[in-house]
């Protein structure tokens, strides 16, 4: 089980186990918590009071005073995985899903006609259909195609990351990936 670990204004910041947060329990930097808690760490038993300590794992917690990291792109870094998830395994050009073995990363505009390996200028097609178009733009290669790509919001990058996500950690995902997103359908 992994923790969605959350800056204090709510922007994902991380997957982390269950032990990281822990650490983030102990060490009183947790400012608040959704969810119900999901696993519970015993530690050591305490001389004083003979009781056994013990944290209680939410599925959400948001850390004070989290220093911004990477989270704060403004775009997520491009993948394979999270190309076919965000183009839900559907190739753009014959509009059949595919395994994810038999998809490509295919270039709108070929890289070495100017294109970028950029989220506006990629999507998912088969092998057949990558090679049919070749080093071609779409038009010339008389394709069109079945969606457009877009940029996913960063909420919407934590759930293609492909985690075992839980119905909290979803539920608050879901809730600020914006309408657009092929995760709705």
């Given at each position: 089980m992994?923790v969605l670990?959350?800056d204090?204004?709510g922007?994902?910041?991380a997957w982390?186990?269950?032990?990281e947060?822990?650490?983030l329990y102990?060490?009183?930097t947790v400012?608040w918590?959704?969810?119900?808690?999901?696993q519970?760490?015993?530690g050591?038993i305490?001389?004083a009071?003979g009781?056994?300590?013990r944290?209680?794992?939410?599925?959400?917690?948001a850390?004070?005073?989290?220093?911004?990291?990477r989270?704060?792109?403004?775009?997520p870094?491009?993948?394979n995985p999270k190309?076919f998830?965000r183009d839900?395994?559907?190739?753009?050009?014959?509009g059949?899903?595919?395994?994810?073995?038999?998809?490509?990363r295919?270039?709108?505009?070929?890289?070495?006609?100017?294109g970028?390996?950029t989220?506006m200028?990629c999507?998912?097609?088969?092998r057949s259909c990558?090679?049919h178009k070749a080093?071609?733009l779409?038009e010339?290669a008389?394709m069109s195609l079945?969606?457009l790509?877009?940029v996913?919001s960063?909420h919407?990058?934590?759930?293609l990351?492909?985690r075992?996500?839980?119905?909290?950690?979803?539920e608050?995902?879901?809730a600020?990936?914006?309408?657009?997103?092929?995760?709705?359908?």
């Open positions: 992994e670990q959350l204090v204004s922007r994902p910041q982390i186990s269950a032990q947060a822990a650490t102990a060490s009183n400012g918590t959704l969810g119900e808690a999901v519970v760490l015993r050591g305490q001389r009071t009781q056994q300590s944290i209680e794992v939410h599925p959400i917690v850390v004070k005073g989290a220093v911004p990291t989270a704060w792109r403004t775009e870094a491009l993948s190309l998830t839900r395994h559907l190739c753009a050009y014959c059949r899903a595919f395994r994810f073995e038999e998809l490509t295919e270039h709108i505009v070929p890289v070495s006609r100017g970028h390996d989220w200028n999507i998912t097609a088969c990558n090679g080093n071609r779409p010339e008389r079945h969606y790509p877009y996913p960063l919407e990058d934590m759930i990351r492909g075992r996500i839980l119905n909290d950690q979803m608050f995902l879901l600020s990936v914006p309408r657009h997103s092929r995760l709705h359908s």
